[in-house]
């Protein structure tokens, strides 16, 4: 299903392996260059900042050349800029199979703006040939059918992300149009919606026949751990039941069942650094740390313990020292923790895999075959060697 060459997105990998051991003095220049040698990629991936670029000069060039149509096709009304927005929508997508299978194009930045630029254009003709009054559900829909394409095709990060925001709109939205019962029972809706593709992410990750898709996989469970909290938010619960349900809550007022999402609140972040401590998962340790941020806030707003100021550099002092501590504590490694930076780790982590590509490539060099060698012609004799061989 995706779109590029499988055996170059394997040989690319193998090669960010070797540069990450070779940048930590793991493996010497000879034997980077001999892996480079062994697994050739022909995928074009610029730096990062030349991906911005072409990313940037590919959408001007989109927009600049649907205005050109539009204007010339403007007597045409609403229906001729519907029919633009689809045969642009399906040119975006056909040039960015173009540049993948012909130009070799990975993550150069042209790729992703089409892919952007297809979706944009598909959803607006939608928009225009509805005059924009389609259920929300309709519009979610529509979202995750092409988003979720553009990931099982190009397995574009960002798509991932409107994948799973579009998966809760359409829970939202449906549970919405039930009725009122049914309102009550959304923040558990998304909190099972989002726990469900935090596992089956965790799931997939794990298979060999996804490796491919691994950083949409992680950007998924960020994604799901992050929406997860939020729907068992009192804050954001409290506050999204006041304007779209009209609760009309008074200062000092609860919402029926808040002790339990106050639980939720101060528990969930607390339980996701706890299982990642208990996993040696970073995503869960990273995550629950940032929402650390939820708690308090959730708190300080509704409950003010000490002016913003203050709060804010304690809680400042207080990270900068809880940090220290344990960059000092983990200067050398323990129960599986270090310090290191991600980069440092990950080479040392490769280090048997390059050792096994080191000694698949050097094998065919340094194994002589039988027919190399030639024995006899030689001569001794004495205590001595005459020199002949």
């Given at each position: 299903?995706?779109a590029?060459?499988?055996?170059s997105l394997?040989?690319?990998?193998?090669?960010?392996?070797?540069?990450?051991?070779?940048?930590?003095?793991?493996?010497?220049?000879?034997?980077y260059?001999?892996?480079?040698t062994?697994?050739?990629?022909d995928l074009?991936?610029?730096?990062p900042?030349?991906?911005?670029?072409?990313?940037?000069?590919?959408?001007i060039?989109?927009?600049?050349?649907?205005?050109l149509?539009?204007?010339?096709?403007?007597?045409g009304?609403?229906?001729?800029?519907?029919?633009?927005c689809?045969?642009?929508?399906?040119?975006?997508y056909a040039?960015?199979?173009?540049?993948?299978?012909?130009?070799?194009h990975?993550?150069?930045g042209?790729?992703a703006?089409?892919?952007?630029g297809?979706?944009?254009f598909l959803?607006?003709?939608?928009?225009i040939?509805?005059?924009?009054?389609?259920?929300?559900?309709v519009?979610?829909?529509?979202?995750?059918?092409?988003?979720?394409?553009?990931?099982?095709?190009?397995?574009?990060?960002?798509?991932?992300i409107?994948?799973?925001?579009?998966?809760?709109?359409?829970?939202f939205?449906?549970?919405?149009?039930l009725?009122?019962?049914?309102?009550l029972?959304?923040?558990?809706m998304?909190?099972?919606?989002?726990?469900?593709v935090?596992?089956?992410s965790?799931?997939?990750?794990?298979?060999?026949t996804?490796?491919h898709?691994?950083?949409?996989?992680?950007?998924l469970?960020c994604?799901?751990l992050?929406?997860?909290?939020?729907?068992?938010n009192?804050?954001?619960?409290?506050e999204?039941?006041?304007?779209?349900?009209n609760?009309?809550?008074?200062?000092?007022?609860?919402?029926?069942?808040?002790?339990?999402?106050?639980i939720l609140?101060?528990a969930?972040?607390?339980l996701?650094?706890?299982?990642?401590?208990?996993?040696?998962?970073?995503?869960?340790?990273?995550?629950?740390?940032?929402l650390?941020a939820g708690?308090?806030?959730t708190?300080?707003?509704?409950?003010s313990?000490?002016?913003?100021?203050?709060?804010?550099?304690?809680?400042g002092?207080?990270?900068i020292?809880?940090?220290?501590?344990l960059i000092?504590?983990?200067k050398t490694?323990r129960?599986g923790?270090?310090?290191?930076?991600s980069?440092?780790?990950?080479a040392m982590?490769?280090?048997?895999?390059?050792?096994?590509?080191?000694?698949?490539?050097?094998?065919?060099a340094?194994?002589p075959?039988?027919?190399?060698?030639?024995?006899?012609?030689?001569s001794?004799?004495g205590?001595g060697?005459?020199?002949?061989y």
């Open positions: 299903m995706i590029y060459n499988s055996q394997d040989n690319l990998y193998v090669q960010e392996q070797a540069e990450m051991a070779k940048g930590a003095d793991c493996i010497t220049a000879e034997e260059n001999a892996i480079i062994a697994y050739p990629a074009y991936t610029p730096n900042y030349m991906r911005i670029g072409i990313f940037i000069l590919t959408a060039i989109l927009l600049f050349s649907f205005g149509f539009c204007l010339l096709s403007i007597a009304g609403e229906g001729a800029i519907t029919f633009l689809v045969l642009f929508g399906g040119g975006s040039l960015a199979e173009y540049m993948v299978r012909e130009k070799k990975y993550k150069s042209a790729d703006a089409l892919i952007w297809a979706g944009i959803l607006s003709a939608l928009g040939a509805t005059d924009a009054d389609a259920p929300v559900w519009w979610c829909l529509a979202a995750l059918i092409l988003s979720l394409f553009f990931v099982l095709r190009f397995a574009d990060v960002s798509m991932s409107v994948t799973h925001l579009s998966l809760l709109g359409l829970i939205s449906g549970c919405v149009q009725g009122n019962i049914a309102k029972i959304i923040p558990f998304v909190m099972l919606a989002s726990a469900g935090y596992f089956l965790v799931k997939l990750i794990a298979i060999h996804y490796r898709y691994k950083k949409c996989l992680q950007m469970q994604c799901a992050i929406t997860l909290y939020l729907g068992g009192y804050f954001v619960i409290r999204v039941s006041n304007e779209m349900f609760l009309d809550l008074q200062p000092g007022q609860d919402i029926p069942g808040g002790w339990f999402f106050w609140t101060v969930l972040p607390l996701y650094i706890y299982a990642g401590i208990r996993k040696k998962d970073r995503i869960l340790i990273c995550v629950g740390l940032l650390i708690i308090v806030y708190v300080r707003y509704y409950h313990v000490a002016p913003l100021e203050v709060a804010m550099t304690l809680g002092l207080a990270m020292g809880i940090a220290y501590a000092r504590y983990l490694p129960h923790f270090t310090e290191a930076s980069d440092e780790r990950h982590e490769a280090m048997q895999i390059e050792s096994l590509v080191i000694a698949q490539t050097m094998s065919h340094a194994t075959r039988p027919d190399q060698f030639e024995f006899g012609g030689g001794g004799g205590g060697a005459s020199g002949d």
